[in-house]
């Protein structure tokens, strides 16, 4: 499918499935998200703010079957692929980035926690959310696939357990990694500020009725090929910072050599930058990066709550004086995604060219949703504007467009 696109409904789908397969036992979805601020961030521990959108994941289950799942994937058959798998209760993965070792990942993560499954389902899995689009496609299909079976098997799992599980299944399991932004941004829905370190606090943000354009680029990216160079990068700045003898024991005493460790949130890129001056460019730019990336997302998080900026803080950020709620928070994404772009070199020229595109017709910020190096860009629109936007996107070289609402997290559909 390829041009601008309106999200199916629940019904649609279902209705869909049971016409190839006969009337569904259970059906569940999950909404995918866009990467809205703070990208890059969740693995190192810093809060991150997920928005789901109506691209929903779903999960339909056609029979009950004695001892193993079967899964069918409508959108790999829809592209030619191999798009059927079959495994026990007690299943093993795969290997070779095989698409059923997500839905056997979370059948194992079950296992793991005290879950025993005694009967298995063949299952029809549909989606709108576009693998590898910067849009959380794994964790979409894994948080559904987990509230399939939550609602099948009554087992009374939460939003969290959700979440939770489904990064045990791709982190642990799978040994992708991710950090847990995908999977709580599916899970929970809405717009929410999530704290990557433990307990994972989760706080949902007024942001319900803002519209976004969704723009795929049709460029594919994993992000198993992205983050550990990133993570990578900034591990060798710390272990150049930290050789360094005149390195203030203050300083010191707050990074780490694990891109995880460092207290990021008190360090200052003032007392921090005549040490990064010193080492190399690459691993200096990514430490630099995290620290103005959390930055501008605190400034977004007190606009988001109080609805302004002091005018210093807008100046910091490239607002307009005078500049409204949205267009103040299009200003903010426009900063993370130039830091993105230059700090963190995870665009591409087709990026580039897109995203000016939006900008011209008329978005008020636009930035990459996800690892980048291809996948989604994201454009806050007003009401008006979203169909001029997606189409520009296209004529600039996107292979799909949605205008998107925020949406709920997974849930039961119902069914006719």
């Known amino acids: 499918m390829k041009g601008l696109l309106s999200p199916?409904?629940?019904?649609?789908?279902?209705?869909?499935?049971?016409?190839?397969?006969?009337?569904?036992?259970?059906?569940?979805?999950?909404p995918g998200r866009a990467d809205f601020l703070n990208t890059h961030q969740d693995y190192k521990g810093l809060p991150v703010v997920p928005v789901a959108v109506n691209l929903r994941t779903y999960a339909i289950a056609v029979a009950e079957l004695p001892d193993?799942?079967?899964?069918?994937?409508?959108?790999?058959?829809?592209?030619?692929?191999?798009?059927?798998d079959a495994f026990p209760l007690k299943p093993s993965l795969k290997g070779g980035g095989w698409f059923g070792d997500y839905l056997r990942a979370c059948v194992i993560a079950l296992s793991e926690r005290g879950y025993k499954l005694e009967r298995g389902l063949r299952v029809v899995i549909d989606s709108d959310v576009p693998a590898g689009g910067g849009l959380?496609?794994?964790?979409?299909?894994?948080?559904?696939?987990?509230?399939?079976?939550?609602s099948y098997y009554g087992l009374g799992l939460e939003r969290r357990d959700l979440a939770e599980l489904a990064f045990r299944a791709e982190n642990g399991v799978m040994g992708i990694p991710c950090g847990r932004l995908d999977q709580y941004g599916s899970s929970y829905g809405g717009a929410i500020l999530l704290h990557t370190r433990p307990p994972y606090q989760v706080e949902e943000l007024p942001l319900g009725r803002v519209k976004l354009v969704v723009a795929d680029s049709g460029i594919k990216h994993r992000v198993a090929a992205i983050h550990p160079v990133r993570q990578a990068e900034i591990e060798r700045g710390l272990a150049q910072l930290l050789e360094m003898r005149e390195l203030p024991e203050g300083v010191r005493s707050l990074l780490g050599r694990k891109y995880w460790e460092p207290k990021w949130e008190e360090l200052g890129l003032e007392e921090l930058e005549p040490y990064l001056s010193k080492i190399d460019r690459k691993p200096a730019d990514r430490i630099r990066f995290t620290l103005l990336m959390h930055r501008t997302t605190l400034l977004a998080l007190k606009l988001i709550r109080e609805g302004s900026l002091a005018p210093d803080e807008a100046r910091e950020i490239g607002a307009e004086p005078g500049a409204g709620f949205h267009e103040t928070l299009g200003a903010i994404m426009n900063r993370q995604h130039e830091l993105l772009r230059d700090l963190y070199e995870v665009s591409l020229p087709e990026l580039e060219r897109i995203r000016d595109a939006m900008l011209e017709a008329g978005a008020y910020g636009a930035k990459i949703s996800g690892a980048g190096l291809g996948g989604a860009l994201i454009a806050l629109v007003s009401e008006d504007r979203g169909r001029a936007v997606a189409?520009?996107?296209?004529?600039?070289g996107a292979k799909r467009a949605w205008v998107v609402a925020v949406d709920e997290g997974a849930r039961e559909e119902r069914l006719t």
């Not at 193993?68 to 059927?84: D, T, W």
């Open 136 to 150: 959380g496609s794994s964790a979409a299909l894994e948080v559904a696939f987990l509230k399939l079976l939550d």
């Open 391 to 396: 189409e520009a996107a296209l004529k600039a």
């Open 68 to 84: 193993r799942f079967e899964v069918i994937s409508l959108n790999m058959k829809r592209e030619g692929r191999e798009f059927q």
């Open 8 to 30: 199916r409904s629940a019904e649609e789908i279902v209705k869909g499935v049971a016409a190839e397969f006969g009337r569904p036992l259970k059906a569940a979805s999950a």
